[in-house]
């Protein structure tokens, strides 16, 4: 599995950005995938998940009703659409595939496959 994000860059506060990853491979659909993110000094930490058909998401408190995961099967996409946007979301994004879990895991211990990562800049 092979795991390419893309969309980031720098927005002032208050302003949007839309993350997206692309998956290779044939199982994409069987997958739960997720988004986490590292701030400079800070360890990699939880942003959001979907499982595999989409049906459950779950989402950091300090992005619930802000951002929005969602993916897209026949494409192998999934993607996280953010909105107000706050200088304290500053970090290198990163796109994470679960091979074995049915329930979307927040730890990033429990994700197998990541991207390179995407950096995200807020200006206030």
């Known amino acids: 599995v092979q795991l390419v994000e893309s969309g980031g860059g720098l927005v002032q506060a208050g302003g949007s950005l839309r993350l997206s990853c692309a998956a290779s491979?044939?199982?994409?659909?069987?997958?739960?995938m997720g988004w986490f993110r590292q701030a400079p000094g800070k360890e990699r930490g939880f942003v959001a998940a979907i499982s595999s058909g989409g049906d459950i998401t779950k989402y950091a408190d300090s992005v619930r009703g802000r951002f929005t995961i969602s993916r897209d099967n026949a494409k192998n996409t999934v993607d996280l659409q953010m909105s107000s946007l706050k200088p304290e979301d500053t970090a290198v994004y990163y796109c994470a595939a679960n091979t074995w879990s049915n329930s979307p895991p927040i730890l990033p211990a429990f994700y197998n496959y990541w991207g390179q990562g995407t950096q995200v800049t807020v200006s206030s």
């Open positions: 491979g044939r199982t994409f659909s069987t997958q739960v």
